[in-house]
Nanobody, 121 residues
Framework: QVQLVESGGGLVQPGGSLRLSCAAS????????MGWYRQAPGKQRELVAY???????SYAESVKGRFTISRDNAKNTVDLQMNSLKTEDTAVYYC???????????????WGKGTLVTVSS
C-alpha cells in the first residue's frame, strides 16, 4: 500500500507565507512525478505546481513568482513554499504523485487527503 500524507496548512494573513509538505510512504518501488493541486469552494481542482522525476518544474500562472516547489527524491517528499499569499489562494491543497508500488508493474496516480489553506485578515 502507498499513501501520501500532507502537513502544513492553516490560517495566514494576506501577504504571509506557509510551507506545505507531503511524504509518500508504503511499498514504493519508484516515484515519478510529484506535485500539488488545489480546490477552492465551488471550483474545480487545479494544478498548482508539479515536478517530474527528471526535475522539470511547472507552475500555474497564478502562483508563478510566489510559490516554489521542491522535491527530495531520497525521502520521497515534495514541499510547496507559498509566499505573498492572497485571499484567492484559499483552498484545500492536495498532494499528488505517480508511484509504482512494489506490487505493481506500472505507475498509478495517488492523492493525499488534502490540507486546508485559508488566507484571510
Amino acid at each position: 500500500q502507498v499513501q501520501l500524507v500532507e502537513s502544513g496548512g492553516g490560517l495566514v494573513q494576506p501577504g504571509g507565507s506557509l510551507r506545505l509538505s507531503c511524504a509518500a510512504s508504503g511499498s514504493i518501488f519508484s516515484v515519478y512525478g510529484m506535485g500539488w493541486y488545489r480546490q477552492a469552494p465551488g471550483k474545480q481542482r487545479e494544478l498548482v505546481a508539479y515536478v517530474t522525476s527528471g526535475g522539470r518544474i511547472s507552475y500555474a500562472e497564478s502562483v508563478k513568482g510566489r510559490f516554489t516547489i521542491s522535491r527530495d527524491n531520497a525521502k520521497n517528499t515534495v514541499d510547496l513554499q507559498m509566499n505573498s499569499l492572497k485571499t484567492e489562494d484559499t483552498a484545500v491543497y492536495y498532494c499528488n504523485a505517480v508511484i509504482r508500488a512494489t506490487t505493481s508493474l506500472a505507475g498509478m496516480n495517488y492523492w493525499g487527503k488534502g490540507t486546508l489553506v485559508t488566507v484571510s485578515s
